[in-house]
């Protein structure tokens, strides 16, 4: 069983950057392809970003641009850099391992001034 654990969730100021990892634990485990969906209240959960082994990697049209997706396979972890943070950001930011079927528990992440 796939374990997801996120960090680096909290609480910034409009054009401010967060980075945000998710540390991924289990027998045997390896990394093909990872994922960061949010969701904010009241809306449905979406995907923000993917990777898949090889470095291919897809981007919401929200967030192209200012948005970063990368693992460090040596720490079996996924990383989402976030840049210039708009309040439209704010939501819970999930990790999500599709092929293992696997989701972190998730962390929050406030935009305001």
């Known amino acids: 069983q796939v374990q997801l654990v996120e960090s680096g969730g909290g609480l910034v100021q409009p054009g401010a950057s967060l980075r945000l990892s998710c540390a991924a634990s289990?027998?045997?485990?390896?990394?093909?392809?990872m994922a960061w969906y949010r969701q904010a209240p009241g809306k449905e959960r979406e995907l923000v970003a993917g990777i898949v082994t090889g470095g291919s990697t897809t981007y919401a049209d929200s967030v192209k641009g200012r948005f970063t997706i990368a693992t460090d396979n040596s720490k079996n972890t996924v990383y989402l850099q976030m840049n210039s943070l708009k309040p439209e950001d704010t939501a819970v930011y999930y990790c999500?391992?599709?092929?293992?079927?696997?989701w972190g528990q998730g962390t929050q992440v406030t935009v305001s001034s």
């Open positions: 999500n391992d599709p092929y293992h079927s696997s």
């Open positions: 289990g027998s045997d485990f390896s990394i093909h392809a």
